[in-house]
Nanobody, 121 residues
């Protein structure tokens, strides 16, 4: 499956952004989806993950209550709504897919190219 992330940009602290990740080349509804982020010099960490049918989602503690992951299987797309953005949210955001739900980046087989989110103070 191929993944194409979009929606990043430069925003101010407190603003909102919605990232999208469009999938192609596979049966999207078979896959759990995750959003991860990587800041310069840091590891790629989970932001949020969602099961194949959207029935369950998990979040990093740092984004709980601010970010929401969702998916539209009819549109082969997963979203990350990011509210109340903080400078520490600045990172390249990646979407990922795998047949099995996981919080671990190493468990995901398919990755998008990343989209940069920069939050100024």
């Amino acid at each position: 499956v191929q993944l194409q992330a979009s929606g990043g940009g430069l925003v101010q602290a407190g603003d909102s952004l919605r990232l999208s990740c469009a999938a192609s080349g596979g049966t999207f509804s078979n896959y759990a989806m995750g959003w991860f982020r990587q800041a310069p010099g840091k590891e790629r960490d989970l932001v949020a993950a969602i099961t194949w049918n959207g029935g369950m989602a998990e979040y990093a503690d740092s984004v709980k209550g601010r970010f929401t992951i969702s998916r539209d299987n009819a549109k082969n797309t997963v979203y990350l709504q990011m509210n109340s953005l903080k400078p520490e949210d600045t990172a390249v955001y990646y979407c990922a897919a795998d047949l099995y739900f996981s919080r671990r980046a190493t468990n995901y087989d398919y990755w998008g190219q990343g989209t940069l989110v920069t939050v100024s103070s």
